[in-house]
């Protein structure tokens, strides 16, 4: 039974480049979560998406959207890449999203330079 | 404002000693989830534990327990015997409801078990 995949493993990008990561979620899963964490830090909630819309939103701008699919897997999309934006990216899966555990990918490392 | 605290930055043992990790919590929900996760150097989050806020009950797994105190919004994790294979960053997170689905992870402990 394959787990939460994510692509790519690492990613180096210069400011204001725009970016794309992928998330399969773990079979069975219908909701995807977007986490951001930056070195030394826990992870910071970016967005949810289930039956292919955004339900809930962290704090975070508008360069930061995403996209769901009927098969379940979900894109995070950055544009005008700050440096601020470098971190790990990862992705967790869940059934319905609402009180079920939440399974994470291991991540895609993304560097701005 | 901070919901989950782990005011322990590093935590250094040596193999075979216990350990004890500090989670608070700050929620203004009567039905709550908390969370703990394991953070290898390979950078997953693995999954360890879920506690709803009605069950009081300390559990054990393995080596693994936890302590969960509503009175002083505290859950914290033990690891017994520690091994060199536990060595990684630990995360409490609480997830609040309803209608809010995200986690909200405290900043995590790191724990390094010597041989």
């Known amino acids: 039974d394959a787990g939460v995949t994510q692509s790519p493993t690492h990613l180096i990008k210069t400011r204001g480049q725009q970016v794309t990561l992928r998330c399969s979620p773990k079979s069975g899963h219908d909701t995807v979560s977007w986490y951001q964490q930056a070195l030394g830090q826990g992870p910071q909630f970016i967005f949810q998406?289930?039956?292919?819309?955004?339900?809930q939103r962290g704090n975070f701008p508008d360069r930061f959207s995403g996209h769901q699919f009927p098969n379940y897997s979900s894109e995070l999309n950055v544009n005008a890449l700050l440096l601020g934006d470098s971190a790990l990216y990862l992705c967790a899966s869940s059934l319905r999203g609402y009180l079920d555990i939440q399974y994470f990918g291991a991540g895609t490392r993304l560097s701005v330079l | 404002a901070q919901k989950v605290t782990q005011a322990q930055t590093e935590i250094s043992v040596v193999e075979k000693e216990d350990v004890t990790l500090d989670c608070v919590y700050e929620t203004r929900d009567t039905t709550y989830y908390l969370f703990w996760y394991k953070q290898p150097p390979s950078g997953e989050l693995v999954f360890l534990i879920r506690?709803?806020?009605?069950?009081?009950q300390n559990e054990i797994s393995g080596r693994y327990s936890w302590n969960f105190q509503k009175s002083t919004s505290s859950f914290n994790f033990t690891i017994t015997a520690s091994q060199v294979v536990d060595s990684a960053v630990y995360f409490c997170a609480l997830s609040e409801t309803p209608n809010d689905y995200k986690l909200s992870f405290g900043a995590g402990t790191t724990v390094t078990v010597r041989a």
């Open positions: 506690r709803n806020s009605f069950d009081e």
């Open positions: 998406y289930y039956e292919e819309e955004e339900r």
